[in-house]
């Protein structure tokens, strides 16, 4: 495993626990930059309907010469994996939602009354 390996693991799994429990974590030893980035380029995601756009190789790009960043692909590399993590825990949340809300509804026939209490 190389050091950018170790870097990207230790990114991911940083971000991770900042998801899981809402509070600031310490980010890994040389990983301040590459945390700023990413919580700059979370700030500016698109979305859609259903949730977050994966943060597109553009965006990163774009970022890296606005601010006048030297951006190299082991850094897209880790942004993107970092990346992968927020999208999949955002989704994983949503299912959990899903099923909770899934389990709460009503089971059982509609009786005659139900029906004539809810149309009449």
Avoid at 61 to 74: K, L
């Amino acid at each position: 495993m190389t050091a950018i390996d170790r870097m990207e693991k230790a990114m991911v799994s940083a971000l991770k626990q900042a998801l899981a429990s809402r509070k600031s974590v310490l980010v890994p030893p040389g990983g301040n930059l590459l945390w700023e980035w990413f919580m700059d380029l979370n700030a500016v995601r698109t979305w859609h309907m259903n949730g977050p756009n994966p943060i597109s190789y553009a965006d990163i790009v774009s970022y890296g010469q606005i601010n006048r960043w030297s951006i190299q692909p082991h850094h897209v590399a880790i942004l993107r994996a970092m990346d992968a993590a927020y999208v999949e825990y955002f989704y994983s949340q949503r299912e959990n939602k899903s099923e909770e809300n899934v389990s709460r509804q009503p089971t059982g026939e509609l009786s005659a009354d139900l029906f004539d209490a809810v149309f009449g």
